[in-house]
């Protein structure tokens, strides 16, 4: 819409708040404004950001505007940034220092409220800044900067938590310190008088059994797939909301991902959607500059950097997010339209040691063939049975890695994600719990893609195998401290999740031929007194409870979805665990050769649907949202509004 014209007095300028006031003597359009106005009242949003997302107003027009106001510079070209540039500070203040030469002594970006403040004259005399746009400005940061962005990414946990990093992780001196112990033990054993090492099996078994009665406790937790939502907040009440989505090498799927995001139900003058992609992925890219994205949309270019991993991506947008709640997405996600709604009157109505939403994951192509229907039964056993159980009980929670809702300062006082981690889900939920804060349960879908065959699945399950050990290394540093932190049953079910997943698959092929050739082939022994059939008791005990914890939190899931039709394959999930050991034994391997690599998963390859979310192109018109104009024509990544 055109905002040229003859300046003239309006007695509406009462109606408008100052950031929409000023554009009254720059030829701004009253019936623009008004309806801006209006959107930012219903959604108690500001004026500015309600121009824009709306559509009524380019970014650029608006910044220029706002320039020719304050009678300060506009910057349209390159931004001359001065060496000493603070990062990530600038990109969250909107604000740097500029060269010495440049038309004043710094830039600036502002956002909302920062906006009629200047207006009102906050610059101090004689100093007055230069203006640009807040994407013009990320983009020169980027741009000047690209090694100290890469490095705050990478590192900034590192630097300032090194006791919660991985990196260097487990180091050589460490890793035959820990041999030269394990084969120490196993020496010891060996010479142990009977009755001691009667104890330390009856020890191990013990141990084994209290880590599978989580999964079977869990059984008793109520935790329907649709819970009713705790009484929705008023759009004023919603906080602005940032949703980050991390792409690589993820063309296929970049318009299926689109449409979900944009049928999201929630103010749009409270939404703000960065799409991370990496700097030399021009197929990602092309896909979305071919998506016509509304205008709460923004696209941010990852500098070069190691690792390769999603969480350094996630860890060079998090200082850009402008909402109080952020949630993360994977590439192939379809999220339920009213989520973010539901995670922020949780937030608001939860504890203040409510850190974090996990939303249920539900696999929708489990049609595509046996894998896929065992990952979804596993998928549903984890989310809609034992998820839920953990949150009920304020249990350490290993995250999903997607569909996970953060309050944002929380998520920035913890230093974000660890980019040296493979699975920074798993990593961070055992980090919000040793710092105090609980995960929540969302009863809310978000649709996902399993691998449907053999060989991607392995490489999917590998990375998630060695980065649970990485998990187990970076946590398990300082184990008194994380007792004291956990307590005994924290620490017992941490234990169980992270590293005893993977010790479980390790020896789960072994310990399962032993007990079905012991107790299935041939008679059980049994000795004359109570002590000798101690081992052989707790030994049947750990086998059948071990296939319990296994198959009914899995049919109970498939009960509660309504997946009749997946119930028998049940059955075959103790032969899907053999190929999950497979992993877990070359997730050993790979930590030990390549610690950092990530192991992509190829998305857009299902061939089934069960809701048909999973379809190339999804078809009809989403929930309308307020403040949700007609989305704009496409336009290149990063570009202004």
């Known amino acids: 819409m055109s905002f040229l014209g003859t300046p003239s007095p309006w007695s509406g300028a009462r109606a408008l708040p100052p950031e929409l006031a000023f554009l009254l003597a720059q030829g701004g359009d009253p019936a623009a404004l008004l309806r801006a106005a209006a959107l930012a009242r219903a959604s108690g949003s500001d004026g500015a950001t309600a121009l824009l997302h709306a559509g009524l107003m380019s970014e650029e027009a ?11 510079p506009f910057l349209d070209g390159p931004i001359p940034l001065r060496a000493g540039l603070r990062v990530p500070d600038s990109l969250a203040a909107g604000f740097a220092p500029l060269a010495a030469g440049a038309p004043a002594a710094f830039v600036l970006a502002p956002r909302g409220s920062e906006i009629a403040e200047w207006l009102a004259g906050r610059s101090p005399p004689g100093r007055v800044p230069a203006i640009t746009t807040p994407t013009r400005l990320r983009a020169a940061v980027f741009a000047a900067l ?24 487990l180091r050589p001196s460490q890793a035959v310190l820990i041999a030269l112990l394990v084969a120490t033990l196993a020496c010891l054993c060996a010479c142990l008088p009977p009755l001691a090492v009667l104890c330390v099996t009856c020890a191990g078994q013990s141990a084994f059994l209290a880590m599978a009665t989580f999964r079977l406790g869990a059984l008793c937790i109520v935790a329907p797939v649709a819970a ?38 929630y103010p749009a003058t409270k939404l703000d959607i960065k799409l991370v992609i990496e700097a030399d992925d021009a197929g990602t890219a092309a896909a979305i500059a071919a998506e016509a994205l509304p205008p709460w949309f923004e696209v941010v270019v990852v500098p070069p950097g190691l690792p390769r991993t999603k969480p350094r991506a ?9 909402g109080a709640c952020l949630v993360v997405y994977d590439a ?22 409510l850190a974090c939403l996990q939303g249920r994951l539900v696999i929708d192509n489990a049609a595509d063939s046996w894998l896929t229907r065992c990952f979804a039964l596993e998928y549903t056993a984890l989310f809609d049975v034992l998820g839920p159980a953990l949150a009920h009980w304020r249990l350490p929670t290993p995250l999903g890695g997607t569909s996970t809702h953060f309050r944002t300062d929380i998520l920035r006082a913890l230093h974000g994600w660890d980019a040296w981690n493979v699975t920074e889900d798993a990593d961070l939920g055992m980090r919000l719990a040793v710092a105090g804060y609980v995960v929540g349960d969302l009863p809310s879908a978000t649709i996902e893609e399993a691998p449907a065959e053999i060989r991607p699945w392995l490489r ?36 169980a999740l992270v590293p005893g997943t993977v010790v479980s698959a390790l020896i789960y092929p072994f310990l399962m031929g032993a007990a079905a050739h012991a107790f299935l082939l041939r008679p059980v022994p049994a000795g004359p007194e109570f002590w000798p059939n101690l081992p052989t008791g707790l030994a049947i005990t750990i086998f ?5 914890a296994m198959l009914l939190p899995a049919a ?23 190929l999950v050991s497979l992993a877990a034994w070359l997730g050993v391997i790979e930590l030990i050769r390549a610690p950092n690599r990530w192991n992509k998963t190829e998305h857009g390859l299902s061939r089934t649907s069960r809701s048909g979310a999973l379809a190339r192109r999804p078809a009809g018109p989403g929930p309308v949202r307020s403040a949700s104009p007609a989305r704009p024509r496409s336009r290149p990544p990063g570009a202004a509004g």
């Not at 608006?62 to 300060?72: D, E, I, Q, S, V």
């Not at 109970?556 to 053999?578: E, K, M, N």
């Open 544 to 548: 059948l409870t071990g296939v319990a």
């Open 62 to 72: 608006y910044y220029r505007a706002l320039a020719r106001a304050l009678g300060a």
């Open 146 to 169: 690209p090694e100290r962005i890469a490095a705050y990414a990478s590192d900034a946990l590192g630097v300032r938590r090194p006791d919660w990093a991985f990196r260097p992780g």
């Open 228 to 265: 009713p939502e705790p009484g929705p907040l008023a759009e004023p009440d919603l906080p602005a909301y940032t949703v980050l989505v991390a792409l690589h090498r993820e063309a296929a799927v970049v318009p299926r991902l689109v449409a979900a995001l944009t049928r999201l139900d």
């Open 332 to 353: 192939e996600d379809v999220p339920e339209p009213g989520q973010l709604r539901r995670a922020a009157a949780r937030f608001a109505r939860g504890r203040p040691d």
């Open 556 to 578: 109970l899931g498939a009960l509660r979805r309504g997946w009749i039709d997946l119930v028998p394959f049940v059955l075959v999930l103790p032969f899907y665990f053999l």
């Open 314 to 322: 996630l860890n060079a947008a998090l200082p850009l997010a402008r």
């Open 460 to 495: 999917q399950r590998t990375r998630w195998m060695k980065g649970f050990l990485q998990t187990s290394i970076t946590h398990g540093r300082r184990p008194w401290r994380n007792l004291r932190a956990l307590g005994p049953l924290g620490t017992l079910c941490a234990l």
